[in-house]
């Protein structure tokens, strides 16, 4: 499958979900995954608004690193697929504040609560985060069997570009 089939895939999961699977972990390495509703710039930016005693929050003070994942949990069993993503993540402040409090939460279509920049400062009970994508990939969109291009027979992820 060529390139851009695989990321027009991608770029279609990722405009037709609300929530992404956020998944973080603790200064010693303990996992830890939630559910949050996104706004996304560029495919390549992700923003989420929660409160900085939340777990995860608080593992990003101590570890940035973070993975997302965005998928579709309404398909048919076999038929579902993902946009696995690394990323680094951060507390937006500043000029960075002022900016992602304009994209967030996106479209008033997509139900999100806006939030102006002051709503989420000290001492407010939220925050701004964003996180940069450094890596996308899908499940590699076999139909069945061996992946010929690859040379699995399980499933597998392949890096996409967008």
């Known amino acids: 499958m060529a390139e851009q089939d695989l990321g027009a895939i991608a770029r279609a999961i990722i405009d037709g979900n609300l929530y992404m699977t956020l998944a973080t972990a603790d200064g010693d390495g303990r996992p830890w995954a939630s559910p949050v ?9 992700f923003y989420w608004v ?21 998928f579709d949990s309404r398909v048919p069993a076999g038929t579902g697929q ?24 996106g479209a008033a279509e997509r139900g999100g609560r806006v939030f ?7 001492p407010a009970l939220y925050r701004l985060y964003r996180a940069t994508v450094s890596q996308h990939s899908i499940l590699c969109p076999r139909i069945s069997g061996p992946c010929h291009e690859h040379g699995h027979a399980f499933d597998h992820r392949t890096p996409v570009s967008l």
């Open 37 to 45: 509703f996104y706004a996304a710039a560029e495919h390549t930016q």
């Open 50 to 70: 929660s409160a900085p005693e939340a777990t995860h929050s608080q593992n990003l003070a101590q570890r940035p690193e973070v993975s997302i994942v965005i």
């Open 82 to 105: 993902a946009v696995y993503m690394s990323a680094t993540a951060e507390h937006l402040t500043g000029d960075d504040l002022e900016w992602g409090s304009t994209l967030y939460p």
């Open 116 to 122: 102006t920049p002051e709503q989420l400062r000290a």
